[in-house]
């Protein structure tokens, strides 16, 4: 089965940058929406930001102005530009997508660690 693959993820500093990267791990017809998500321990999964084909972007209200989404539609390949990243970023962040069908994949995991 096809699953997503992320990269990027690492530990950084308060106030420091970090890039994210999803891609399929084989082919996938139709994707519509991308997207990451984040969870920590104990609490459920969040959305972080999310893409459409056409580019429109939705953002969770606590990366806004920080973080930016994109994506390559020809590689249904979606990337995330952390800056300014804070403690309360620490998570394991997780690549999402969803076909025309409404089938949602996704990744294994790629964890964000803020610290000094």
């Known amino acids: 089965q096809v699953q997503l693959v992320e990269s990027g993820g690492g530990l950084v500093q308060p106030g420091g940058s970090l890039r994210l990267a999803c891609a399929p791990s084989?082919?996938?017809?139709?994707?519509?929406?991308m997207g990451w998500y984040r969870q920590t321990p104990g609490k459920q999964r969040e959305l972080v930001a999310t893409?459409?084909?056409?580019?429109?972007?939705n953002y969770a209200d606590s990366v806004k102005g920080r973080f930016t989404i994109s994506r390559d539609n020809d590689k249904n390949t979606v990337f995330l530009q952390m800056n300014g990243l804070k403690p309360e970023d620490t998570a394991l962040y997780y690549c999402?997508?969803?076909?025309?069908?409404?089938?949602?994949?996704w990744g294994q995991g790629t964890q964000v660690t803020v610290s000094s």
């Open positions: 084989g082919t996938i017809f139709s994707i519509t929406l």
């Open positions: 999402h997508a969803m076909n025309s069908a409404f089938f949602n994949y």
């Open positions: 893409i459409t084909t056409g580019g429109t972007t």
